[in-house]
């Protein structure tokens, strides 16, 4: 082999984040999500909108976080290994962290409430409402009824947080 043809494999592996992050996050989902747009199956289409959802949710991560970022010196390679792992179909990354992470997140609302309640004040010198206080007075507002279904919707969608229902494409919900 010649110096040209050695020199030319010693930059593409030293450079070979660079090079294969842009075909493997941009250029093969692109090519992927076009040909699930004409497909007929839903879960082709779940899989590619869900990487795209994780796909701008790093890019935000990263452009917020660059200062820390380049700091850590295998950040490329593990945003390499990470988005392979999203991407390759045989791991079906995006759609785990979809079931696991998100959809438990944007579809149980009620829980990242009760997860960030923060009392209020009703004036400046008021003492402040404890979960008590708060539930005492939705019962007032809405009746024993609205807060008996209120819990029992709370303790459903915990319960049901272990067992899943799977749809036709074999995807949890």
Not at 37 to 53: F, K, M
Not at 139 to 150: C, H, S, V
Request: glycine share 6%.
């Amino acid at each position: 082999m010649g110096s040209g043809a050695g020199n030319f494999l010693k930059v593409l592996l030293k450079n070979f984040d660079v090079l294969a992050g842009p075909v493997i996050s941009l250029l093969y989902p692109l090519y992927a999500s076009v040909r699930a747009i004409e497909s007929e199956s839903r879960a082709d289409d779940r899989q590619w909108l869900t990487y795209w959802v994780l796909y701008s949710m790093i890019t935000l991560m990263e452009l917020t976080f660059a200062k820390v970022i380049e700091w850590i010196l295998i950040w490329p390679y593990a945003k390499l290994i990470f988005t392979c792992w999203l991407v390759i179909p045989y791991f079906s990354g995006a759609a785990y962290v979809y079931e696991h992470y998100l959809r438990p997140f944007f579809l149980n609302p009620q829980q990242t409430i009760n997860i960030w309640y923060v009392p209020r004040k009703k004036d400046f010198f008021s003492k402040q409402d404890d979960i008590l206080t708060a539930a005492e007075r939705y019962i007032e507002e809405n009746g024993t009824d609205a807060f008996e279904k209120l819990i029992h919707r709370a303790d459903k969608s915990r319960s049901s947080s272990y067992g899943y229902i799977y749809d036709g494409d074999g995807y949890r919900h």
